[in-house]
């Protein structure tokens, strides 16, 4: 192939590529005539982009798979949160029974990164590459918390509790959800991560142990990224309310509260 040809190749494997983004699925004659190729050069090309695992052929037509949002995702974020976070969202999905879903910051946006499945089927939509709410569900809220941009789309109050506990639930009518952020070594928010139960399974009395479970594994994860400085659970004095303080390595520090600027919140007993 002469190199005129090749780049007339690559151009139209990435005009493809960009249809059927747009499209969300299609068959080989609409996305040869949207890119105008031949019909033949169309299917050539989508077989060869389905044997590298970037698209792939369902009945009704071709469609992006996961492996291409997943090389996209890390144009946009350091390819070892999901080297780091795979392992642990393993162990969490075993130990929890439940569907685990990572999602990263990327600009003004929570993108999801990955996700496994729950063993039972949950009924749950958690396409990778796709956004996740920053305002309706739990792991935008447990991100908004740590930032500022994001502020005025929630109350002070609820931000601070989120911060102070560093973990977020979401109940809606068919699932239970609870995040917990992710940071980085500078004790930056990066990412995070939920556990997501639907209805039929859900437990109240489960959820101390889920919280619990969902806020390690961010911990694990933040500590494979060089973090020293997580919240952790409220630090409750002999006497008196709860006094909920960020701290590191199980030690209150008020120079990370100044640093984040995060006022004591107090609870009664």
Request: contains cysteine.
């Amino acid at each position: 192939m002469q190199p005129k040809e090749s780049i007339a190749a690559v151009q139209q494997v990435f005009a493809l590529l960009e249809a059927l983004a747009l499209a969300g699925q299609a068959s080989t004659a609409e996305l040869g005539r949207q890119v105008c190729i031949s019909q033949a050069a169309t299917q050539r090309l989508l077989q060869t982009l389905a044997a590298l695992g970037h698209v792939q052929q369902h009945r009704d037509g071709w469609r992006l798979a996961v492996p291409l949002f997943e090389l996209g995702a890390r144009a946009l974020q350091t390819p070892e949160l999901l080297d780091v976070a795979k392992p642990v969202m393993r162990e969490l999905a075993e130990s929890s029974g439940e569907a685990v879903q990572l999602g990263f910051l990327a600009e003004d946006e929570i993108i999801c990164l990955h996700k496994i499945e729950a063993h039972h089927s949950t009924g749950l939509s958690m396409p990778v590459g796709h956004p996740i709410p920053i305002q309706g569900s739990a792991m935008g809220r447990a991100l908004m918390a740590w930032r500022a941009a994001w502020a005025p789309f929630a109350s002070r109050g609820e931000l601070a509790r989120i911060r102070a506990e560093g973990f977020c639930e979401q109940r809606e009518a068919n699932v239970y959800s609870v995040a917990a952020p992710i940071f980085d070594h500078t004790s930056d928010a990066i990412a995070g991560l939920a556990i997501h139960v639907p209805h039929t399974r859900f437990d109240e009395a489960s959820v101390p142990g889920l919280i619990a479970q969902v806020r390690s594994a961010a911990g694990t994860i933040s500590e494979g990224f060089g973090c020293t400085a997580t919240p952790v659970r409220p630090v409750m004095p002999p006497d008196g309310p709860i006094v909920a303080f960020p701290a590191i390595n199980g030690r209150t520090s008020q120079g990370l509260v100044d640093r984040i600027g995060l006022e004591p919140m107090t609870k009664g007993l």
